[in-house]
């Protein structure tokens, strides 16, 4: 990894003191990086003081909405990175207010394009895409090749934002490139319910001595990424000109079962149950079944892959969680 492109580099954050963009804010301040967050704070989307703690002092914090084209059209100007973060990432709460979903993840992505175009059209960004755009597999592992077919509004939104991207790197030049995450996890994601993720909620109830449900027969296959993995994944496009134009697969290639998942966890953290329940009918709905990806196109073109089992990762982020439950569990 090129490191060095970094050291000194302006970067933008969109979304910065979300799970995260704050680990990568973390990780480029080490670098020499001289970094700006941006984050609405709202709060169900996730951002959150405490995840720059680490830091406080050390990066700018800019308190927008991404919504806000003046502000968007300001922060962009001298940025030589751009990491674009920022989203509405509730399947569900898309599905009850569409419309937010769409200004979030729809009308925002095409605001903060036209701001790099019109102030900034030289910089370098990266946007977060997400695996639930392919919607219930036709093939395992899901390759960059499978048809999209997202079975809610959240995926539908994101597609557009992804494809938006891609455009304004193809007409006008724009450097961009794409990663489509599956099941990030570790320190500093939302864990207080589940509008970022399953595992999120898992986590609090196993520490807080609740069980651990588990949505219908617990058979779901998935993958998952360590939030550092995805990170030098991050950096990794953003430094190659290889990675301009790409959309890329995360992925594992290690899966497992949810029922298996959730007794990993138990196991690593020396106590608790889980159960088997029914699927609420709103997630019956939208639920994809069995998915993991094929991520070697991004393998190939600039040697990324994984390091961090699932069950070190796994043990990392139940760790932090014991130590910071009292700013996390909310």
């Not at 036709?138 to 938006?164: F, T």
């Not at 455009?167 to 319910?193: C, E, F, H, S, W």
């Amino acid at each position: 990894m090129n490191h060095a492109a970094f050291d000194g580099a302006n970067v933008l954050i969109t979304g910065g003191m979300g799970f995260i963009g704050a680990n990568l804010a973390i990780r480029l301040v080490n670098l020499g990086a001289h970094v700006t967050l941006v984050d609405s704070l709202i709060p169900i989307y996730g951002g959150n003081d405490r995840n720059i703690a680490p830091i406080v002092g050390r990066v700018r914090v800019n308190i927008a909405d991404v919504r806000d084209e003046y502000s968007m059209n300001h922060l962009v100007q001298g940025v030589d990175y751009l990491f674009n973060l920022a989203g509405q990432t509730s399947h569900i709460d898309s599905m009850t207010d569409p419309y937010s979903d769409l200004d979030i993840n729809c009308k925002a992505q095409l605001s903060i394009l036209e701001a790099c175009r019109k102030h900034n059209p030289t910089l370098k960004l990266v946007y977060a895409s997400t695996r639930q755009i392919y919607g219930k597999p036709d093939y395992l592992p899901v390759d960059e090749r499978h048809l999209l077919k997202p079975v809610d509004v959240n995926g539908i939104n994101k597609m557009a934002g992804e494809w938006y991207h891609i455009l304004y790197n193809n007409v006008y030049g724009i450097r961009a490139t794409a990663l489509r995450l599956t099941n990030t996890y570790g320190p500093r994601m939302r864990v207080k319910d589940a509008r970022q993720t399953f595992l999120g909620i898992w986590i609090k109830r196993l520490i807080e001595g609740e069980p651990i449900h588990i949505f219908g027969d617990g058979k779901q296959i998935r993958d998952f990424n360590y939030v550092d993995d995805v990170v030098d994944a991050m950096l990794m496009v953003a430094a190659e000109s290889a990675a301009d134009g790409q959309i890329f697969n995360l992925g594992c290639n290690e899966t497992i079962n949810l029922h298996d998942l959730a007794l990993m966890m138990i196991d690593i953290y020396g106590t608790g149950v889980c159960e088997l329940v029914p699927f609420p009918p709103d997630r019956k709905a939208i639920d994809i079944g069995d998915y993991y990806s094929d991520f070697r196109f991004i393998h190939g073109r600039v040697g990324w892959a994984p390091k961090v089992s699932l069950r070190e990762g796994l043990a990392k982020t139940l760790a932090f969680y014991q130590e910071e439950s009292t700013y996390y569990f909310g």
